[in-house]
């Protein structure tokens, strides 16, 4: 095994990044391709279509049919597939060794002639209405998307990723086909590549599958601001639970030198499980909830602070008080020496199980890479979190007051 490095390979006046980790403990190899500002941030039109688009890749090519191409990727014991975040689409290839070109080829087949017929788009809409209906008695995944409406507004990250019955309804093979026709393409190409295998023939026989590609148009990932003004919904439901969503600005980019720092602080707050302070004061000391938890979300479209609990009707009112009292003291009065200690170590401590398998250590190299903080900084980051002094935690704390401004998404009876 050895450390990643990024490579690139050059074509059509482009050069596409090729993050590569070698690794000959087992004979596999495992590649994505991953487009970037082309996942669900980009259902301006249609919520969902990113990922019904991501599910028809899924239903195999267009001249062998989903059932063929699958018993043919099984035959060999070659997976892929497709999958959508936020920001990024991802076509991912697993396979032996020793497959690795015949799964390129299947692969490349796939990208240059997916099922793209009324009768396959029908199918995925039809699972996808069935799946979203099923959850329309689900408290908790409403309570979810109300958040995102309440913190985003009518934006496209205030709608349902997953999108809704009706626009399901309204996506048609033609949205589709334009979807994959504009995202797919190499100038929003990031490879990442690792396991057993040559970089250099590996890169030659990828080149070949990113020549069947168009050009197509990068742009750059919007970013969307939350609500400015604290807001409250709540939703009445039949329901035996209250269920509360809250959340706040997090003023931080994707960046920002000071990461570090607020992965100690939201660890702490809520992110550390038992003993983190939500968890102890509305759970362990008032028995509001079996669980409550927060954390921040920074990312190149967005950056906030969100939490979740679940409590009974009748303790609704004290949850939302509770919690607010909470967040309110740990803004103005800070964390104490033995919080920060014990979380150094579970951080340092745990670090192990974060890197342990080849899936677990690329996608901590692309996240480095793409939001732009160079390979290894992950590492770096540890060394700074040992380092951290509580003067410097707390002051940083006392700086990011705005996650006092808390909004709420509730469900309740």
Do not use: W
Not at 62 to 79: D, N, P, Q, V, W
Not at 169 to 193: C, Q
Not at 307 to 312: C, E, R
């Amino acid at each position: 095994m050895m450390a990643a490095t990024v490579e690139y390979i050059e074509t059509d006046g482009l050069k596409i990044p090729v993050i590569f980790e070698n690794d000959k403990r087992l004979p596999l190899v495992t590649m994505q391709f991953t487009f970037t500002n082309s996942g669900t941030i980009t259902d301006t039109t249609k919520a969902g279509l990113a990922k019904i688009s991501a599910k028809v890749m899924n239903e195999g090519t267009k001249s062998l049919g989903a059932t063929a191409f699958a018993t043919e990727l099984e035959s060999r014991a070659i997976s892929i597939n497709a999958s959508t975040g936020t920001e990024t689409f991802v076509m991912e290839l697993s396979c032996l060794k020793d497959e690795f070109q015949t799964a390129l080829n299947q692969f490349n087949s796939l990208l240059k002639d997916p099922n793209f017929t009324d009768k396959t788009v029908e199918k995925v809409k039809t699972m996808t209405i069935g799946r979203l209906s099923r959850k329309e008695n689900d408290f908790d995944y409403i309570a979810s998307n109300e958040f995102k409406s309440v913190l985003f507004g009518d934006t496209v990250l205030g709608q349902p990723s997953s999108g809704t019955i009706e626009s399901i309804k309204s996506v048609e093979l033609s949205d589709v086909k334009e979807f994959i026709g504009s995202h797919l393409v190499a100038s929003r190409l990031i490879v990442v590549l690792g396991g057993d295998i040559d970089l250099d023939e590996a890169k030659k026989s990828i080149a070949k599958v990113i020549a069947t590609l168009s050009k197509g148009k990068s742009e750059k990932v919007k970013y969307y601001d939350t609500v400015k003004t604290p807001k409250q919904s709540i939703l009445k439901r039949e329901t035996e639970q209250a269920y509360l969503y809250f959340g706040s600005p997090y003023n931080m980019k994707s960046d920002d030198k000071d990461y570090y720092k607020a992965r100690v602080a939201t660890f702490i707050l809520g992110t550390g499980g038992f003993g983190s302070r939500l968890m102890e004061e509305v759970r362990v000391k008032r028995g509001l909830a079996y669980s409550a938890y927060a954390r921040v979300h920074v990312t190149k479209s967005s950056s906030y602070f969100s939490g979740y609990l679940q409590t009974k009707i009748e303790s609704q009112e004290e949850a939302q008080k509770t919690v607010n009292e909470v967040i309110a003291n740990f803004v103005k009065n800070g964390v104490t020496k033995e919080e920060l200690e014990q979380t150094k170590k579970f951080i340092l401590g745990s670090e192990p199980l974060r890197v342990e398998t080849m899936s677990q250590r690329l996608s901590r190299t692309f996240m480095e890479f793409y939001k732009g903080k160079g390979l290894g900084s992950s590492v770096k980051e540890l060394e700074k979190i040992k380092n951290l002094k509580l003067k410097d935690l707390n002051k940083f704390i006392k700086e990011h007051n705005e996650i006092n401004n808390l909004s709420y998404a509730i469900v309740t009876k």
